[in-house]
């Protein structure tokens, strides 16, 4: 049989006569496309910022989802697996904002995301729901069909990372849509003058933001909820065309996450937006 480590480490060693690393990065540079002609928008798994909870199981080692050193509070970024320290927490860019419908079937039906809906299909599904107390004694928003809908505020960002940025999403509900609001807040309570000396409004992605993970409880309940404080403005014109590209990628709907997506973050938070451990 073959000795596939000896074979790969030969094959992964570095050739005396190899051209620098700067020379392949400048080739790299011209290449850059390649390989990824067909890769569309669709095809690609926008990161969530998901909270850890103590149901979450990335922090249970008897979990297939266990991540070593996961802590409940920490910030998890669900396609690279990265942890951040809950009171380090991440750096963004807020890009683009909208609130969602989620409509999940009950856990006694199977559980699961069933769909998000967006814009006027949003509204119309809020408008068609009844408050209802459902069987773990959660008020909930319940559709004719029996499933649950769940509004959400979305934000997507750039996260800042060592030597440059990637882009993210917050999906925000129950308890953190309070969060969500303070967060927009601070965004359009922003003002700015012109040289003329007309004040404005920026846009969202003229400034940085932290965000960082707090614990949070009422009555005999506890979890960890989301804190967005200013940092400073963007003084780096290529990560303000970035975030402004972001933006436009959103607005357009070229940019959305799939339920399979959203429904991974959600586990990942504990069974956020539907929290297990949230009876409200």
């Excluded at 419908?101 to 559980?111: D, I, N, S, T, V």
């Excluded at 933001?209 to 014109?237: F, H, L, Q």
């Amino acid at each position: 049989m073959a000795d596939v480590k000896n074979n790969k480490s030969k094959a992964l060693e570095v050739k005396k006569d190899a051209p620098p690393p700067a020379v392949l990065d400048d080739m790299f540079a011209q290449d850059s496309a390649l390989g990824k002609e067909n890769i569309r928008a669709e095809d690609l798994a926008i990161p969530f910022f998901a909270l850890l909870q103590s149901n979450s199981p990335q922090v249970k080692k008897t979990e297939g989802a266990y991540i070593k050193g996961a802590e409940e509070g920490m910030v998890l970024n669900t396609v690279t697996r990265e942890l951040f320290k809950a009171e380090e927490g991440i750096l963004v860019v807020p890009c683009f904002y909208e609130r969602v419908a989620l409509e999940w079937r009950p856990r006694k039906a199977g559980g699961g995301l069933v769909t998000i809906y967006h814009g006027d299909e949003r509204d119309k599904k809020v408008g068609e729901c009844t408050r209802v107390t459902n069987e773990e004694g959660k008020s909930i928003d319940r559709l004719p069909n029996g499933n649950d809908l769940v509004v959400a505020a979305q934000h997507y960002v750039l996260r800042l990372r060592e030597g440059g940025w990637e882009p993210g999403l917050f999906s925000l509900a129950s308890t953190q849509l309070k969060k969500s609001r303070r967060w927009n807040a601070l965004m359009s309570g922003i003002q700015l003058k012109t040289k003329d000396g007309r004040v404005f409004n920026p846009p969202s992605f003229s400034h940085i933001y932290r965000a960082t993970a707090v614990p949070e409880s009422r009555d005999k309940y506890s979890w960890w909820g989301w804190n967005m404080d200013i940092m400073e403005r963007v003084s780096d014109p290529e990560l303000y065309a970035a975030a402004k590209a972001f933006h436009q990628s959103c607005s357009k709907g070229e940019v959305r996450a799939s339920e399979q997506q959203m429904e991974a973050a959600a586990n990942a938070g504990g069974g956020a937006p539907l929290n297990d451990d949230i009876p409200f």
